[in-house]
């Protein structure tokens, strides 16, 4: 943003919507990740919690509450002792008439219990607190047992910033009424084990988001996943993961900053990350406030041709091709049919690199 101010003389806002090591189906909205037939059950799982809130108010101690036998809430962290417990359920959980309210709390330093305050002990819709029904006065106490097995926590209680939905609703959904010029993307290194499904995950995600905005299809501009030495062989899981981001720029008015020759291949974190930004601001100066004569991406693949025993490869944004040691370009592989990989020597000639096969 700061390139982009300094060049047009104005303040350019941005809002940072980020948390790091995010899956991307956590930034989709439950209706669009719910078509993928993966996600189809915890989706319609999801859907059962939601909009009751109850809170015993605060505990000593650690903390496991149940609603008419079922785990509602838990806290096993001492150090919230103090704090007051907000669980938020599904209200299709409550029974007309008669209900049963639970609480198992186990406290190592001090004496257990609740601390209250009894106006805030209730139960009630989320967000109208002055509607809450009051679970402050006298209740049934029992010792409990020592290496009692405790239920399987459900999913509602396992849910984090990498779980589906979870940062769509809490960080997007809610940026959603302003005017935005374009977003700037970087995720996609904790989806490389899953990297056959992530071009129709992002490109499902991208469609989404400017339906959502109802904006047009405002510029989506992205990262390369980091050159980080992932834990598969070879890094075929990443190589893969960065196809499925070459494909999607398929999607009209997107560009991708490349950092496959800037990255640090033991931090997944790159230093380098004004280069980055520059890279992202060339694609809106060019693309979006009338900047010309700017060079705003790297080689693209575009195609290939046969010709006798050579391979010629064409690249879009070639222009002036050059590699920035003056030698001929290297890494690249050739399968025949029999799909068995071989280095093959190059030479470069302007934008196309012909290839002559050996085998």
Known sequence: MREISEKLKVPVGLIAANFGGTKVESWMKADVLKKH???QKIIDELEKYKNLIVNPGAINGQDIVWLNGNVVGKTLIFGLARHQRNYEINGCQFLTGTNSIV??????????GFRGP???????????????????????YKKGFEGVKLPKTPLSMQLCYKSPVVLYNSMIAPLIPYAIKGVLWYQGESNV?????????????IKSWRSEWNQGDFPFYFVQ??????????????????????????????????????????????????????????????????????????????????????IILSFNYAAGLKTSDGKSPSNFEIAGANKK???????????????????
């Open 37 to 39: 037939q993966n996600f």
């Open 103 to 112: 609480i198992w709390n186990y406290c190592s330093k001090y004496d257990g």
């Open 118 to 140: 009894a106006k805030s002990m209730g139960i009630s819709p989320s967000g109208e607190k002055e509607k809450a029904v009051s679970l402050a006065g006298e209740w049934k």
């Open 193 to 205: 084990r899953t990297a056959k499904n992530y071009r129709e995950l992002f490109t499902d995600m």
């Open 225 to 310: 996943i980091a050159p980080f030495k992932y834990s598969d062989r070879g890094n075929l899981s990443a190589e893969l993961l960065r196809e499925a981001q070459f494909l999607s720029l398929n999607l009209t008015n997107t560009g991708m900053a490349v950092t496959l020759d800037i990255g640090n291949s033991g931090n997944i974190h790159p230093k380098n990350e004004i280069t980055v930004g520059h890279r992202l601001a060339l694609w809106a100066l060019a693309k979006n406030y009338g900047f010309t004569n700017i060079v705003f991406s790297g080689p693209l693949y575009k195609n290939y041709e046969i010709s006798g025993n050579k």
């Open 341 to 359: 990989f071989f280095r093959q020597p190059q030479k470069s000639r302007a934008i196309k690199l012909p290839f002559q096969a050996k085998k």
